[in-house]
């Protein structure tokens, strides 16, 4: 069974500083992709990001990038320029074949003005 | 494009009392997803269809809920009878297909079980 583990509950940055999530998972399967939601008070889980586990590659959308470590099974989200409006709770997610998607525990970003 | 729609986005009922929860997917994605989100949790997939049929609902209580996606398109998750541990937000989330797939989510419902 696939685990997914964020161990940082909460974290604080500062805005226009850069913070970074950690997420660490667990698969059997060699073909996986994996994600990083955000969930602002809303509760609307809203996409992030999104890496194919074959492409060594690190996935980037504008502030946000990842730094992908297969061999250590490491996932974490790198976020540049802080702002207000990205506090949220992040969720680091892994996607198997199947569309069997399994979320981590969540991190709680706290952006300070 | 439209996103997924849900409703109603809150609900408060007592226990014993049933409530049911609407979904309707983006267009054209023939997988829909239910997950249940307790307050400090992930979300955890209850029930998945691929076009009206169940793919996986292993983790359904089925003493207790029931979902069903009549034509393939919009879906109702129901409880009945509520408990309070079913105190969560649903979420509903829909993707093209299968295989690996970005999955996109609903705002989704918060339930209050009195």
């Known amino acids: 069974a696939q685990t997914v583990t964020q161990s940082q509950p909460e974290m604080s940055v500062q805005e226009a500083e850069t913070v970074t999530l950690s997420c660490t998972y667990d698969?059997?399967?060699?073909?996986?992709?994996l994600f990083w939601y955000k969930q602002p008070p809303s509760r609307q889980m809203i996409l992030v990001i999104r890496q194919e586990a074959y492409k060594q590659q690190n996935a980037t959308e504008n502030r946000f990038s990842v730094n992908f470590q297969k061999a250590a099974k490491s996932f974490s989200l790198k976020i540049s320029d802080s702002q207000l409006g990205d506090a949220a709770m992040y969720f680091c997610a892994c996607l198997q074949y199947g569309n069997k998607l399994v979320f981590g525990a969540g991190t709680i970003l706290r952006v300070k003005s | 494009e439209a996103g997924v729609a849900q409703s109603p986005r809150y609900k408060i009922i007592e226990k014993r009392q049933s409530v049911a929860f609407w979904c309707n997917p983006i267009s054209g994605h023939a997988t829909l997803y239910w997950y249940q989100q307790i307050l400090g949790q992930g979300p955890k997939l209850l029930i998945q269809f691929q076009n009206n049929g169940v793919v996986d609902d292993s983790q359904l209580p089925k003493d207790r809920f029931s979902a069903e996606r009549l034509k393939g398109v919009d879906s109702t998750l129901k409880i009945q009878p509520a408990k309070l541990e079913d105190s969560a937000v649903y979420l509903c989330?829909?993707?093209?297909?299968?295989?690996?797939?970005?999955?996109?989510f609903g705002p989704g419902t918060r339930l209050l079980v009195l």
């Open positions: 989330a829909s993707s093209l297909g299968q295989g690996y797939e970005t999955q996109y």
């Open positions: 698969t059997s399967e060699s073909d996986y992709y």
